[in-house]
């Protein structure tokens, strides 16, 4: 059964103008900030099944690096 929403309900004053209040301002200004300071990776299910938790996958990937590291450094003091 749906709640009967009464004037009281509302919490916006009516002396407010919303086109007054918004006026000016700018929609998605701190969108790009956000991202840059977001790094959000979406699994494939199967990999996600690999790993019990966010540690276990930051574990994983600094194997990874070091791994890539040491490679890296065999290579260029092979040559």
Not at 10 to 25: A, F, H, M, N
Not at 38 to 50: D, G, Q, R, S, W
């Amino acid at each position: 059964m749906k709640k009967k929403t009464t004037e009281m309900d509302d919490e916006l004053r009516p002396e407010y103008d919303l086109k007054s209040l918004l006026k000016g301002g700018v929609r998605g200004k701190y969108a790009k900030r956000y991202r840059e300071g977001t790094n959000l990776v979406l699994l494939e299910p199967e990999i996600a099944k690999a790993f019990p938790n966010e540690k276990a996958v930051n574990d994983a990937l600094r194997l990874v690096m070091a791994l890539n590291k040491v490679q890296s450094q065999a290579r260029q003091s092979a040559r």
